[in-house]
Structure formats: structure tokens, C-alpha cells
């Protein structure tokens, strides 16, 4: 299977022009979770002229397509997300966003590009290939409850073995690959504690019940959690993102609003803490004569690889030249729906370094001129290529 992936990996080059046009098309027309149409169209068409069986609306706008070998082996899932964010493009490029207030500023089209150009590049070699390989074309991994969650329920991973996944990294250099063997990325949930009191004039606050007052000394309480309630050995994430108790400068306000985050890895810490936040902000609001309302809305769970199949990444990733580095990465605290399917598959999610070295400034994802640079898809689709023919002759 050597020389199979070496054939495999000079048409990955060959064809690195297409994968480029496929991702500069796609983000000149970018859309929104839940509001794609176009985008999966042009998915399973391209999967349709590989001649590959193609499932569309799987979940409500994913697209499923399958390479089967017609020989005894593994079924490989390979996934890719392929929304937008709400922002505006503020990148001086040719392939610059034409919807206004909608761009890819999270690589969703690369990730898009790169799984295409490997399923018409695995698709010259079925002959040589075993089993089957299922590529996950996934809508809506932006916004909660994501895309993965009702694939899932709608069978996108029958038969399958085992996954994998990639995230091209902006703020990592190109050839680096960085994997984790076990937490990757964190649970993303949030919350909302909306305060009542009573309001009045500000020349009187002995005849008001101050709903800021409260929400202040919540604040204050909250950011408290993590430091003396989370065993430090344990990782968690609490921040307050949004204050808001609008008013005129001489009125105290009868209602203030909190909203916020907490990131975990460990169920029983995101329990304790979804306890405590409720606790804390009824509590204190008591104390001080209001009343809160705490709704918590659990995001994507943590993202935990399965130990060996994150080592088919390592040592996939290890033995392509262009990969200058493969990191141990250190978890992080950014959210992932590729959790749910490791969730029932074992399988492996991990970044692909896409920092241009050339570039003066980098910018983060979800800004306004993030980019990447075009050569990491390529690096992508050789590690998720060699870890499928790897997998194929095990």
C-alpha cells in the first residue's frame, strides 16, 4: 500500500490547483448555518460525477457519499463542515466574499475543498483500495445544536468503523500537524441570568430593590467558581461576555441581564458548576431583594479522541515529507461538534498549521480578514489520505 499512497499523494499535488478553485469558488459564496442550499448541491454534485452513491438532506442539508472498493476492509468516515460565519469580508482578495454579511472567516470552505479533491483522488485507486471510505459533508457546525447531532440521527455513520476529521489551524505555520490522544476541545456552553427588581429613582435607591447591584455581585461571585470550587489539576473556562441593564443615568434599573460561557472537558465539572451557577445567582439575588432566572443551554460536549486512532494520525502525519513537525497539542477550550461522532465512533480529530509565513499580520478565525494559507488543505488531504490506506492494509 506504499506505492499506492505515493501514487495517491503526486495526484493530491497534481490536482492541488482544483482544490484551490473549489475553495476560492466557495468563498466567494459562502452561506449560513441552516440556510445552506447551494453549497450541498454543488457537493453531491461533484460526487455524483465520481459516480459514488450520494445521500442529500441527511439530517436536514448534509450530503453523505460513499466510495466502496467492492472489497472486504474497513469503512473509514471522513468529515467536513462547510458553513459560514455572519460577518463581512474584510480581506482585499480576488476570491472575496460577494454575500454581503456572510463569509467564510473559519476555513469551513478549505476543509470543504480538500475533502472533494481527496475523494476524486481516492476514486482513481478504488481498485486498489479495501472496504469503503465515507466522506461527511457536514452543514451548520457554527451554531448550536450543529449539523453532526441530527446526521448522526439520521444514520451518516451506519457501518462505519471508525472517523476522521481535521481543522486547517490559521495561527499554527503551515506543516505543522498538532494531535491530541485524548481531550482536544472542550464542552462550549452557555447561560443567561436575567434579573428582577424593583426600579426607581436614582436620588432613592432606598425605595428600590437594584437589579445591577445584584448582577454585579453575581459577576463577582461566578469568577470565583473555577478558581476555589474546579480541582486545578482539572481544566474550566468561566466568563461573563455580556452585561446588560440599559437606562437613563438617573434611574436604577429593574432588570439587568448576564450572559456568558463555561468551557470543560469533564462531565462531572460541567455538572458542579451548572449547579453552582444557579445556586450562586438565586442566592444572591435573595440577598438582595431581586429574583433570577438562570436558563444554561449545554453546547457540543468535549471533544475526546480515541487514543489509537489519534496515533493513525501521528504516524500518518509522521511519515509525509511535507509535514515538517507533527505537535503533541494541548487541549483547547474552543468548541467542536465533531464530538458527537466520537461519541459513537471511535476516530480522531486534529489541526493542520495554515499560517502563511509570509504574512505580516495573522488573523484569528472568526475575524473579519481571516485567511489561510492554501497550501495547508494540501497537507490535510495527505495525512487524511495516508491514515485511510494505512487503515485499509491493517
Not at 490559521?170 to 505543522?176: C, E, I, M
Not at 455581585?217 to 474546579?230: E, G, K, N, P, T
Not at 472537558?265 to 458548576?273: D, G, P, Y
Request: aromatic share 8%; proline share 4%.
Amino acid at each position: 500500500m506504499i506505492a499506492v499512497y505515493k501514487q495517491i499523494e503526486e495526484l493530491l499535488e497534481n490536482a492541488f490547483d482544483e482544490m484551490v478553485d473549489i475553495r476560492r469558488f466557495l468563498h466567494q459564496h459562502p452561506e449560513l448555518s441552516f440556510e445552506e442550499t447551494e453549497t450541498p448541491k454543488y457537493i453531491a454534485d461533484y460526487h455524483q460525477k465520481l459516480g459514488h452513491t450520494v445521500r442529500t438532506n441527511v439530517g436536514g442539508r448534509g450530503v453523505v457519499a460513499e466510495l466502496d472498493s467492492g472489497k472486504e476492509g474497513p469503512v473509514i468516515a471522513l468529515r467536513a463542515d462547510f458553513d459560514a460565519l455572519p460577518m463581512q469580508d474584510a480581506k482585499d482578495v480576488p476570491y472575496k466574499s460577494t454575500v454581503p454579511g456572510v463569509t467564510h472567516a473559519c476555513g469551513h470552505d478549505a476543509h470543504t475543498a480538500l475533502l472533494l479533491v481527496l475523494a476524486k483522488v481516492l476514486n482513481e485507486h478504488q481498485a486498489e483500495l479495501n472496504g469503503k471510505v465515507v466522506f461527511i459533508h457536514q452543514f451548520a457546525e457554527e451554531v448550536i445544536p450543529g449539523g453532526a447531532i441530527s446526521m448522526i440521527e439520521d444514520d451518516c455513520l451506519e457501518g462505519v468503523d471508525e472517523v476522521y476529521g481535521t481543522h486547517l489551524w490559521a495561527t499554527t505555520p503551515t506543516g505543522k500537524v498538532e494531535y491530541n490522544e485524548n481531550a482536544l476541545m472542550a464542552a462550549s456552553d452557555r447561560f443567561t441570568i436575567e434579573l428582577q427588581g424593583t426600579g426607581g429613582h436614582g436620588a432613592q435607591p432606598h425605595k428600590t430593590r437594584d437589579s445591577i447591584l445584584a448582577a454585579t455581585r453575581i459577576v463577582d461571585a461566578l469568577h470565583h467558581l473555577v478558581s476555589r470550587q474546579v480541582d486545578p489539576l482539572d481544566s474550566a473556562v468561566l466568563s461573563i461576555g455580556s452585561f446588560e441593564a440599559e437606562n437613563a443615568f438617573n434611574v436604577i434599573a429593574d432588570k439587568a441581564v448576564l450572559k456568558g460561557t463555561v468551557r470543560t472537558f469533564s462531565e462531572e465539572t460541567q455538572t458542579h458548576l451548572i449547579d453552582e451557577i444557579e445556586r450562586t445567582a438565586e442566592s444572591i439575588a435573595t440577598a438582595y431583594g431581586t429574583q433570577a432566572e438562570v436558563r444554561y443551554v449545554k453546547g457540543y460536549p468535549a471533544l475526546i479522541n480515541d487514543a489509537a486512532k489519534a496515533e493513525n494520525i501521528r504516524a500518518a502525519a509522521a511519515s509525509i515529507s511535507a509535514i515538517d513537525e507533527v505537535i503533541h497539542a494541548s487541549p483547547q477550550m474552543g468548541g467542536e461538534d465533531f464530538a458527537y461522532y466520537l461519541q459513537h465512533r471511535p476516530g480522531a480529530f486534529f489541526f493542520t498549521g495554515a499560517q502563511h509565513p509570509d504574512w505580516e499580520t495573522t488573523y484569528p478565525h472568526h475575524h473579519p480578514k481571516f485567511d489561510i494559507d492554501e497550501r495547508s488543505m494540501l497537507n490535510a488531504a495527505k495525512v487524511l489520505g495516508k491514515t485511510v490506506v494505512d487503515s485499509m492494509a491493517r
